[in-house]
Nanobody, 127 residues
Framework: QVQLVESGGGLVQPGSSLRLSCAASGRTLSTYTMGWFRQAPGKEREFVAYIRWSDLLTYVSNSVKGRFTVSSENAKNTVFLQMDRQKPEDTAVYYC????????????????????WGQGTQVTVSS
C-alpha cells in the first residue's frame, strides 16, 4: 500500500510563489510516473504536470507552462510542484498521484491512468 501526502498549500496573492510537496511512503519502488492534478470548485479535475521516475522526463500543461515546474527527489520519494507568478485561476485543490501500472515508459496526463492519490492540498490565489 502506498500513501501520498501533499503539503505546502495556502493563501497567496497574485504574482506570488508556492512550492507543493508530495511525499510517498510504502511501495514506492513501483513508481512509474508522478503527476500533479488540480480541481477548482465546480470544475472537473485537470492535469497540471508529471515527472517520469526513470529518467525525470517532465511535462506541464499549457495552462501553467512557463510558470510551474515539476521536480523530484527520488531518493526521498518526493515530488515537488513549484508554482510561480500565480494567478487567481490557479485556485484549486491540488492532488499528487502515482502511476504504478501499465507501460512504465509511458507517462500520461490522464487521471484514469494513475493508481494512487493523495488527499489534496488547497491553494488559493487572491488579493
Amino acid at each position: 500500500q502506498v500513501q501520498l501526502v501533499e503539503s505546502g498549500g495556502g493563501l497567496v496573492q497574485p504574482g506570488s510563489s508556492l512550492r507543493l510537496s508530495c511525499a510517498a511512503s510504502g511501495r514506492t519502488l513501483s513508481t512509474y510516473t508522478m503527476g500533479w492534478f488540480r480541481q477548482a470548485p465546480g470544475k472537473e479535475r485537470e492535469f497540471v504536470a508529471y515527472i517520469r521516475w526513470s529518467d525525470l522526463l517532465t511535462y506541464v500543461s499549457n495552462s501553467v507552462k512557463g510558470r510551474f515546474t515539476v521536480s523530484s527527489e527520488n531518493a526521498k520519494n518526493t515530488v515537488f510542484l513549484q508554482m510561480d507568478r500565480q494567478k487567481p485561476e490557479d485556485t484549486a485543490v491540488y492532488y499528487c498521484a502515482q502511476k504504478t501500472s501499465g507501460n512504465r515508459a509511458v507517462a500520461t496526463a490522464r487521471s484514469d491512468d494513475y493508481d494512487n492519490w493523495g488527499q489534496g492540498t488547497q491553494v488559493t490565489v487572491s488579493s
